[in-house]
C-alpha cells in the first residue's frame, strides 16, 4: 500500500478556503485517494475520493496532479464545524485495506 | 448518523478479563471492518470480514478475534486484557454494490482496561 504524508496541524480563518495537502507519491496506477475527517473522537466521515481526475461534492473538492504523486483538498468556506482531524488514505482497487495515516488536524478560527 | 452501530459504547474492565464489542452494520452491506485507536494515534486496521469470511487482517493480536455471522452483525473479542488495550474501537461497513468505494464508520466504543 502506498503510504501517505501530510502536514501535522494547519489553520484556516472562517469563511476562507482550508487547502490540505497530501503526499502519495509511491502511488501506483490502480490506487485511488480518499478522504475522511474525524471530528473529535466520533467516527471517520467519508469526505472524498478520486482516482485521476478532480472529484467535486457537497462537501469538498479534490485535486491530484497530473503525475497522481501529490492531492489537495479543499474545503472552499471553511466553518468552526470543519475543526478535525483529515485523513488521506490511498487504497488499491481490489484490496479491503484502508491504512490511515496520523492526518492533518485542521483548526478553522473565528 | 451512519447507520453502523456499536455497542457498548463505554466498557470500563480489569486487567485480564475479555470483553465483547459488537457492530451492526448499514442494512445490506456485506463488509464490516475493525479498527483500533489508541489516545492520541492513528487508526489501526485490525480486520475485515465479507459476508461471514474473513477478507483481510491488520494488526490484530493474537489475544484479539472477531468473526461475522449469518445476520452479518459481526462481534470483536479481546481477551487477556492489558492496560495498553484501552483505546477507542471503530467498525464500519461498506455497501456490496453502488457506493462500495467508501466505508461508513460507527460511533465507536471505548474501552478502558484498569
Known amino acids: 500500500d502506498a503510504k501517505t504524508t501530510q502536514p501535522p496541524s494547519m489553520d484556516c480563518a472562517e469563511g476562507r478556503a482550508a487547502n490540505l495537502p497530501c503526499n502519495h507519491s509511491t502511488i501506483s496506477g490502480n490506487e485511488y485517494v480518499y478522504w475522511y475527517r474525524q471530528i473529535h473522537s466520533q467516527g471517520p466521515q467519508y469526505i472524498i475520493h478520486g482516482l485521476k481526475n478532480n472529484e467535486t461534492n457537497e462537501m469538498a473538492s479534490l485535486i491530484i496532479t497530473e503525475d497522481r504523486k501529490s492531492s489537495t483538498l479543499i474545503l472552499p468556506h471553511a466553518t468552526l464545524r470543519d475543526t478535525a482531524v483529515y485523513y488521506c488514505?490511498?487504497?488499491?482497487?481490489?484490496?479491503?485495506?484502508?491504512?490511515f495515516g496520523t492526518g492533518t488536524r485542521l483548526k478553522v478560527l473565528a | 448518523d451512519s447507520g453502523v452501530t456499536q455497542t457498548p459504547k463505554h466498557l470500563i474492565t480489569a486487567t485480564g478479563q475479555r470483553v465483547t464489542l459488537r457492530c451492526s452494520p448499514r442494512s445490506g452491506d456485506l463488509s464490516v471492518y475493525w479498527y483500533q485507536q489508541s489516545l492520541d494515534q492513528g487508526l489501526q486496521f485490525l480486520i475485515q470480514y465479507y459476508n461471514g469470511e474473513e477478507r483481510a487482517k491488520g494488526n490484530i493480536l493474537e489475544r484479539f478475534s472477531a468473526q461475522q455471522f449469518p445476520d452479518l452483525h459481526s462481534e470483536l473479542n479481546l481477551s487477556s486484557l492489558e492496560l495498553g488495550d484501552s483505546a477507542l474501537y471503530f467498525c464500519a461497513s461498506q455497501p456490496h454494490r453502488g457506493e462500495k468505494n467508501t466505508i461508513y464508520f460507527g460511533e465507536g466504543s471505548w474501552l478502558t482496561v484498569v
Open positions: 488514505i490511498v487504497r488499491a482497487s481490489g484490496t479491503y485495506k484502508y491504512i
